[in-house]
Nanobody, 121 residues
Framework: QVQLVESEGGLVQGGGSLRLSCAAS????????MAWYRQAPGKQRELVAT???????NYADSVKGRFTISRDNAKNTVYLQMNSLTPEDTAVYYC???????????????WGQGTQVTVSS
């Protein structure tokens, strides 16, 4: 059974930093892209950042220059370093992986359980 397990989020003051991690576990053959999404109250889930297996990353305009996505392929883990946080970053953050389970022919999308990040003003 493949699952994505995220680290705990937390409460941080505006201007502060927080690092999230998400580890994929189970019988995995390979992982293509990994990503972070977030969903604020009353809003749709939005893409924050993506990173492919080779390390190339893309970011939403709202987080460029403040957030950094990275991954450790040996650990099947993706990270999100969030700096200069503002109250507008308050949301539930979800990790996402496009991966091929062991024995499977196709890639599937898996989601983490979500972790709350709250930024106070």
């Amino acid at each position: 059974q493949v699952q994505l397990v995220e680290s705990e989020g937390g409460l941080v003051q505006g201007g502060g930093s927080l690092r999230l991690s998400c580890a994929a576990s189970g019988s995995i053959s390979s992982i293509n892209a990994m990503a972070w999404y977030r969903q604020a109250p009353g809003k749709q889930r939005e893409l924050v950042a993506t990173i492919i297996s080779g390390g190339s990353a893309n970011y939403a305009d709202s987080v460029k220059g403040r957030f950094t996505i990275s991954r450790d392929n040996a650990k099947n883990t993706v990270y999100l370093q969030m700096n200069s946080l503002t109250p507008e970053d308050t949301a539930v953050y979800y990790c996402n992986a496009n991966l091929r389970p062991l024995g499977a022919l196709l890639y599937y999308v898996y989601w983490g359980q979500g972790t709350q990040v709250t930024v106070s003003s």
